[in-house]
């Protein structure tokens, strides 16, 4: 079993930035890659990230591209989300997840508990 803890949430102003890890453990963690999906009140789960375990090649939507950043760090098996220029509309909490790197949730097999992100305008 797979255990994903995330941590690095907050209230951040409008414009600032906040950077999210994610800790995977487990007997002999493995994976094809880790994603980043966030949630926000009375909305569907959207994909925000996701990155390749063994290449690192990343994959993001529309409205990551040019702020967000995904990387890992293979040996600590984490997953890192760099978020930059952050908007109230990013307000979610935001989830890791392991087993896929698609940017369908429906892929991924494990998910961590989730962690607040609240952008003030």
């Known amino acids: 079993q797979v255990q994903l803890v995330e941590s690095g949430g907050g209230l951040v102003q409008a414009g600032g930035s906040l950077s999210l890890s994610c800790v995977a453990s487990?007997?002999?963690?493995?994976?094809?890659?880790m994603g980043w999906f966030r949630q926000a009140p009375g909305k569907e789960r959207e994909f925000v990230a996701a990155?390749?375990?063994?290449?690192?090649?990343?994959y993001y939507p529309s409205f990551a591209e040019g702020r967000f950043t995904i990387s890992r760090d293979v040996a600590k098996s984490t997953v890192y989300l760099q978020m930059n220029n952050l908007k109230p509309q990013d307000t979610a909490v935001y989830y890791c997840?392991?087993?896929?790197?698609?940017?369908?949730?429906?892929?991924?097999?494990?998910w961590g508990q989730g962690t607040q992100v609240t952008v003030s305008s």
């Open positions: 997840a392991a087993g896929s790197w698609s940017g369908a949730a429906v892929s991924y097999r494990y």
């Open positions: 487990g007997r002999a963690f493995s994976t094809v890659g």
């Open positions: 990155i390749h375990w063994n290449t690192g090649s990343t």
